[in-house]
Each structure stands twice: as C-alpha cells, then as structure tokens.
C-alpha cells in the first residue's frame, strides 16, 4: 500500500470515529483555555513571537558558526560530540557507545528525535531492554505504538484503556482514577532510573553561548535520566541551536504557553558537562548525538527554512481542523500536523509524501498560532508547487489543456454549457458512485445544477 | 572528510542563499553582521510588579496556583520552628540534604539520619529518604521558580529523588523575572557554569492520562518554599 493511499484510508476511518473526536476535542478545548490565559499575561503576545522568530532565524541563518560554537564549548568541560549525516549512522553511534559500555537497560527521556531515527527498534534488536520513562511515552510504549502526539503522546487514550493496559502489561490492580494510574507508573519505574546503565535524552535547545543543552518537562523524570545512569546519550537535530542563555528567558514561557498552557513547566534544565570535578552526582560520560537526516537539505530551501525554526511546541497541531479530525496515527509519520506536513516531505521524499500538503484546508490557523512565525500554510502550498513541477500529473495537465482550449473558444464553451445541462439530470442516479464523473466531489456533497441562463446572455438583454 | 566537516560544509553551503527575515514578507534579506533582534525578552513577558511586595505577593500567589506550599516568615528561628513541625506531621525518619549556609543548622535541629549529597552518596540511600532539603541560588516571582544548580543545592538528584523537595531561602533571593534569574547566573558562574541548571516551578506533574493534572509523577510529589 502507498502512503498516499494509506493515510486515505486512515483518515476516513478517523474522521467517522465520533468516539475518538469526543476525546480530542475535550483535551483540545481545555488546552485552548490555558493557553489563552497563559498568553494574555504576555506584556505582548505579538511582539514576543517577533522576537522569537528573530532569535531563531538568527540562529538557524547561522547555523555553521553556532554549530561550532557549541562544540568547542561543550568538548572544552568533557563532553563527547558525534555527527550524524542519517539515521543509520546515529544508530550506529549509539549502539557503539552502549556496546562499549557493555549496557543492558536503557532509561529513555522523551525524545522525538529518537522516534525519528527508529531507536528503540535497534536498541532492542541488540538485546537492550528499554523504558520510557515519560508517562505518555510509557503507555503507548506498552502498546507498542508510536506517540500519538509530539507533545501528548497518549493523548487519543482513555484512563480505562490505560488501565486496562496497566492490568494486562504490569499486573497491576483495576482502577480508573488518573493519579493512582501514574502512580502505578511511578512505582514501577523508580527502580529502573537506579538501574539503568544508559540514560538516553533529547533537548528542547542546545545553547552555543555557554554549551548547554536545555530540557523541557513536568514530570522530573528528565531530571532522573540525566542524574543517575553512569553514561548519558543526549540526541538531538542540528537546528536545535540558541545563541545566547538568555534567550531561553523568552523560549522556556514560550514553550511551555503553547505546548501545554502553563507559564512555565516544572522542570527547566540546562546541562554543561557530564560530572565536574567536586561535583558528587551526575553521569561520569556524556555524549551528544547531533543529527542532520536532512535538515542541511530543508536548510538549503531558503523559502522553506524557516520551518527549521521550529520548537516541537505542537501548537500548530492543536489548532488544525486536519489533525483534529484525522487524528495523529493517520500521517504515518513521526512529526504530523502542519508542521509534519511541511516538513515530512523534506525529511522523506516529496513524491512519497506530497499528499500531505494537500490535507490541509489552508484556513492559516497553524501560521496564526505558531510561536516562532513559521509560515506554515504557504509553506504546504510550496510543497504543491514544487511537487507537481518536478512530475507533472498527466491527467492533471490533460484536463487543464482541455479547460484552457474550451475557454478560449466561447461558441464552444457556450455549446458544451447548454449540452452539460440537458445532461445533468442523468448525473443523479448515479451521484456518488463510481459511473459519476465528478465522484470526488459528490460522494458528500451535491452539484448545484447549471443555471439556464449565463451572466453573458443576461447581461446582454439587461442592455 | 569527518562527517562533522560533510554535515557543516552542506550547512555553508545552503546558508549561500540567503532567506528573508520574519515579518517582512518574503522581501528582506539581510546582511549576516546586522542586528536582527529588535527588542529584548523583558519588555513582553508577564508583569511582574515594581516593588519587593508586590513582587512577593506574586510569587506566592503563582505557587499556590502551581500546588507549591510557600511559607514565608520573620526570623530564621521561626523557619527553624516550622521545619521541625512539617517533620513532626510527616513523620519523617529518613532526611536528605547538603552543607550549606541555612542547611546547616537548621538540618541539624531536626535530630534526624542526615544523608549529605554533596559528599559521595550512595543513591539507593537517596531514594529511601522521604525528604530531600535543598537551599536554592534564587526565587522567581513570574513565575514562582526556584533557582538550583548542582552546586548550590546539592547536586542532581537531591532535588528530584525524594518524593518532598523542601527549599530553604532568605528574601533577598526573591528576584523580578527569568531575564534577571540568568543575569544572576552570568554574574555568579560565568567563569564555570555548574553542569546542571535548574528552573523548578511547582511539583512533579503529569497530564499525560486525559489531561487531568496529577502531582508526583517521577519527581516530587510535594515541593515546600520556606523563606524568612
């Protein structure tokens, strides 16, 4: 099956699933209640999102001397640094440190990066037992899914679904009240941070000024991975990149007001080194993984580069009637949404992936919303543009060729309009159906039947 | 050619063209060396007040929002007298913490096992303690934040392993905004930033199940501020 033809039948599974659109749009609905509130304690709203998407072009625009900035400052306090040009090679790099380390478990952070490049999957294969540690990550780790949502990767469950699971994967008593559910959780991760011989994170920013890494989350379960396992593997993509550490004065509250409505989330952590002389915790070894898989190529497409602007808030995600109906799973890809769809299409193929600029009512609501002005919107027309100029469809080009010499003939046109509408009774009992010619169309909505009488003739008698 | 020198050469390569800036349109393009920030971070952030007690009233108001148990009191002795009773009530019998101007007398009145995270410490200790007790580098009143790092409050896990995390500060550590919190920190550490720096606002949280707010998912289930 094409992916094009996969996300079709997805979607129309999605969108009738009325269950599925109930739980949504009540996780949605209350996080546009926070979220307006957060931003309207905002001095600015407006003029703070400028500066963030100056901060960020500046970074990205940049990107060779922060790159290099970064990596001096972070190999200076003992920091590991590898390149990544792929997936295959992050893998690889990975698997070499935890082979190294003669590891066997592997405490996961969320890490959106490592989905990208299918992590768990080789880990695994290599005999290494791995834990999420984030919540939602846990549970759709349990149910061997993806994560649903970049920010809220449980989000389509419910909490007797995830009881249900707990039960079945833990072992664990029945019951629907979300806090003794995470505190199941809780308990059977606790052991695991101590344990662990690897802790593996992602970063929200890496700062080039003082060569920190700067991690995002409520839960402190971040905190735990980077404090207790010997040797700490941090993944991230090269946009990643902040030029200064007090930028992130603006981007933590910014983050944390589109991602999840809150002023700030519990923990905001900058990390410089892996343990320092004096210091008494803490991993003895730290690599950074910094991951191109084609960013360098989004990089290249000035009109587009802006999407590397990105923060992995989600809020566009939250606003798009696409999402909101089809859901997460539907995309088939690690980044879905608007900003999935501008940039799946870069990170993995236009021709593969090119549908997905067209799921998209072009309403602008993620352009809008988007903290760091990417524009979202016209960026999925770019795709469309750029799509049918580098393969042209030849039914596309046939009816347009046809159109155009209709139209520029008016007997011709007038004729086939009065032909068309004495036919048009004839298109009713087969609307919808495979024998109608404008199916796409029909099958949900109807034709208005053609006017008797063009603008052209009754503009001519109005003389 | 190292994968570093393959991965920044396609990077030079594609920053050759340059791409407009935000907000203009598509039309400007600008020179690498001009300013391209146009403002500073401050100027749009949340209100914070003008005054130490507006400035106070904020922050405890943002905790109590936050689930966080700010105590804010007028002597040293007083924040002595408190602890000791959260002990009492608690039933503490195990107390995590490290060497430090506050730490220091007032742990010691508890008549508690202390375990000291800034010597070497074995963690499975940490983890079967019921308080971690930390002092901090500052307080944020935008956001209610405590301000740690691993070399004021004890290293990585003392704020974090426990299920309480209690804060000891004095007033003066109450500072406006997030700019001034890494104006602090350059002040304080820019010669060697510690490995870890903090922002905790509130209690361990999760709302991964529904969306419904539930304390204590890996970290703290309890955060207490005690100030004089």
């Not at chain 1, 952070?109 to 791995?130: C, F, Q, R």
């Not at chain 1, 080039?208 to 989350?217: D, K, L, P, V, Y």
């Not at chain 1, 999840?260 to 003895?284: F, H, K, V």
């Not at chain 1, 696409?322 to 690690?334: E, K, L």
Request: net charge positive.
């Amino acid at each position: 099956m094409t992916f094009v033809s996969q996300f079709l039948k997805q979607a129309r599974v999605m969108t009738s699933d009325l269950r599925h659109r109930r739980i949504i749009r009540t996780a949605l609905g209350n996080y546009e209640i926070v979220r307006d509130k957060r931003k309207a304690a905002f001095q600015n709203w407006q003029s703070a999102r400028q500066l963030a998407a100056e901060t960020k072009w500046e970074a990205v625009n940049h990107l060779d001397q922060y790159l290099e900035e970064l990596v001096a400052k972070l190999e200076a306090r003992g920091t590991k640094v590898h390149w990544a040009s792929n997936s295959a090679q992050a893998r690889e790099i990975i698997l070499q440190i935890v082979t190294e380390k003669k590891a066997r478990s592997v405490i996961k952070s969320k890490t959106m990066t490592s989905e990208e490049i299918h992590l768990n999957d080789a880990l695994e294969h290599a005999g290494l037992n791995v834990v999420e540690s984030d919540l939602g990550e846990f549970i759709v780790q349990l149910r061997h899914e993806t994560p649903y949502h970049i920010v809220f990767p449980s989000m389509h469950l419910t909490r007797d679904e995830i009881s249900e699971l707990f039960q079945r994967e833990l072992g664990s008593a029945a019951t629907n009240d979300p806090e003794e559910l995470t505190m199941i959780a809780r308990d059977a991760l606790r052991k695991k941070y101590i344990t662990a011989d690897i802790g593996i994170t992602g970063a929200n920013f890496a700062i080039a000024e003082t060569g920190m890494i700067s991690i995002t989350e409520n839960e402190g379960n971040a905190r735990l991975t980077a404090a207790l396992p010997k040797t700490v593997i941090s993944l991230l993509g090269i946009e990643k990149i902040l030029p200064k550490l007090d930028d992130l004065a603006l981007f933590l509250p910014m983050l944390a007001t589109m991602g999840a409505g809150q002023a700030l989330t519990a923990y905001n952590t900058m990390y410089g080194g892996p343990r320092q002389p004096g210091e008494t915790d803490g991993p003895e070894e730290w690599h950074v993984v910094l991951l191109d898989n084609h960013r360098t190529e989004l990089l290249a497409d000035a009109e587009q580069r802006d999407a590397l602007q990105c923060i992995r808030c989600g809020a566009c995600l939250n606003v798009c009637p696409i999402f909101r109906n089809v859901g997460g799973h539907a995309y088939g890809t690690t980044y879905s949404g608007p900003i999935g769809s501008v940039i799946t299409p870069h990170l993995r193929g236009l021709h593969d992936w090119k549908h997905l600029s067209n799921a998209s009512s072009l309403c602008g609501a993620c352009t809008e919303t988007c903290p760091v002005k990417i524009d979202l919107h016209h960026h999925l027309l770019q795709n469309r543009r750029n799509a049918a100029q580098e393969k042209p469809s030849a039914s596309e080009q046939t009816t347009y060729k046809l159109f155009a010499f209709a139209a520029n003939r008016p007997k011709l046109w007038n004729f086939g309009r009065k032909v068309a509408r004495l036919f048009q009774p004839l298109q009713k009992p087969v609307k919808g159906t495979a024998l109608d010619p404008a199916k796409a169309w029909t099958q949900t909505r109807d034709l208005p039947p053609l006017a008797k009488e063009s603008f052209k003739d009754w503009w001519k008698k109005r003389k | 050619m190292t994968e570093r020198e393959k991965i920044l050469a396609r990077v030079r390569q594609a920053l050759k063209t340059p791409a407009p800036l935000p907000g203009s349109h598509g039309k400007i393009h600008l020179p690498a060396a001009e300013q391209v920030r146009t403002s500073t971070a401050k100027q749009w952030l949340p209100f914070v007040g003008e005054s130490f007690d507006e400035r106070l009233a904020l922050f405890a108001k943002n905790a109590a929002e936050l689930k966080a148990d700010f105590q804010l009191f007028n002597s040293a002795d007083e924040m002595r007298a408190a602890l000791t009773r959260l002990s009492e009530t608690e039933k503490w019998q195990r107390v995590a913490g490290h060497s430090g101007g506050l730490t220091d007398a007032i742990c010691a009145t508890l008549g508690l096992p202390l375990l000291r995270t800034d010597r070497p410490y074995d963690v499975n200790d940490l983890e079967s303690c019921d308080v971690g007790i930390s002092e901090c580098d500052a307080l944020i009143a935008q956001t209610s934040s405590v301000l740690v790092t691993n070399r004021s409050a004890g290293g990585r896990a003392l704020s974090v392993l426990p299920p309480h995390h209690v804060v000891l500060a004095r007033r003066e550590q109450l500072i406006a905004d997030l700019p001034s919190a890494f104006e602090l920190l350059k002040q304080k550490y820019a010669a060697n930033y510690p490995s870890m720096i903090s922002f905790i606002t509130g209690p361990s949280r999760t709302g991964d199940i529904e969306r419904i707010l539930v304390l204590g998912a890996h970290g703290p289930k309890k955060l207490t501020i005690l100030c004089f």
